[in-house]
């Protein structure tokens, strides 16, 4: 029974990957029809160089981001495993056919709302591909190929200066406000991006320092029900051996929280910091 089960947790995240993969490609390819293509809007990476090309030779925009990627990806099969070589690849030629293949129209024609909702929903494509396990282009591997010969660069200050020579050219071939409108998108479809592959599941931790400590916590887990941590350390000033509690809650047990602490201890310190997901007990499931 418990390898069968074993099995059918393999093929479910098999499934989960897979569409993944398939949405997040899809979203991709049609942010360029729906948003960009007929706005001058180049999103950096070698589809904004393709977009570029395509003003001044009118080249097919897929089929010549395909063409820039593949001698990166040849080098980049020494460079990285074969299995996410591979993924990668499927994923940029399916990415680069659907560009050109997909038949829509575009949804609005106002520079800055393309802006917008195009780098939100190529974020959010990307964001599902990176779950994958895989990419759609090559400047990733670009930016490697330059760390290896210039190894004071580093890879994302490469990727940022591929993506800032892309914009610029657009500003050139285009026009300057094209150029602003991308600037937008890059922003927009990075933390998007980010987003996506760290997960929704946001929470808050809390740092607690008390004298009080053991009473705190023991409210804590009683009223509720949630774990806590003893982190042992010692105070800078004073030297003294002190425990220091971490608590991992959900947005909506923050006000709780501090009502817990306070009534136990008004004089307590508290530090709170994001946590951009959380897994476990109390929280979601494991998720890759």
Avoid at 102 to 115: C, G, R, S, Y
Avoid at 186 to 198: C, F, G, H, Q
Avoid at 257 to 265: G, Y
């Amino acid at each position: 029974m418990r390898r069968l089960m074993r099995r059918i947790n393999i093929n479910r995240d098999d499934w989960l990957c897979s569409a993944q993969f398939i949405l997040g490609v899809v979203l991709m390819s049609a942010s360029y029809p729906l948003f960009f293509l007929t706005n001058d809007i180049a999103p950096g990476g070698l589809s904004g160089v393709a977009m570029i090309l395509n003003e001044l030779i009118r080249v097919p925009v897929g089929m010549t981001t395909f063409a820039l990627n593949v001698p990166l990806f040849a080098i980049g099969f020494r460079m990285r495993g074969t299995a996410f070589v591979l993924r990668s690849f499927a994923a940029m030629t399916v990415t680069s056919a659907l560009i050109d293949w997909l038949p829509l129209a575009p949804l609005t024609a106002d520079p800055m709302l393309a802006a917008v909702g195009g780098g939100a929903l190529l974020g959010v494509g990307l964001g599902f591909v990176l779950r994958a396990n895989a990419t759609t282009g090559g400047t990733d591997m670009a930016a490697m190929l330059l760390h290896k010969r210039f190894p004071l660069l580093s890879i994302g200050g490469m990727l940022m200066a591929i993506d800032c020579l892309v914009i610029i050219g657009a500003a050139i071939v285009f026009e300057p406000q094209s150029a602003l409108y991308s600037l937008v998108t890059l922003y927009l479809s990075t933390r998007v991006m980010d987003r996506v592959v760290e997960g929704f599941d946001t929470a808050k931790a809390f740092f607690i320092i008390s004298n009080s400590h053991a009473k705190i916590a023991s409210e804590i887990m009683k009223t509720m029900e949630r774990g806590v941590t003893l982190l042992n350390s010692r105070g800078g000033y004073s030297g003294e051996q002190r425990d220091v509690l971490l608590c991992v809650i959900t947005r909506t047990q923050i006000q709780q929280l501090k009502r817990v602490v306070h009534s136990i201890d008004p004089k307590a310190f508290m530090i709170v910091t994001d946590v951009s997901e959380a897994m476990g007990e109390g929280f979601g499931k494991f998720s890759v």
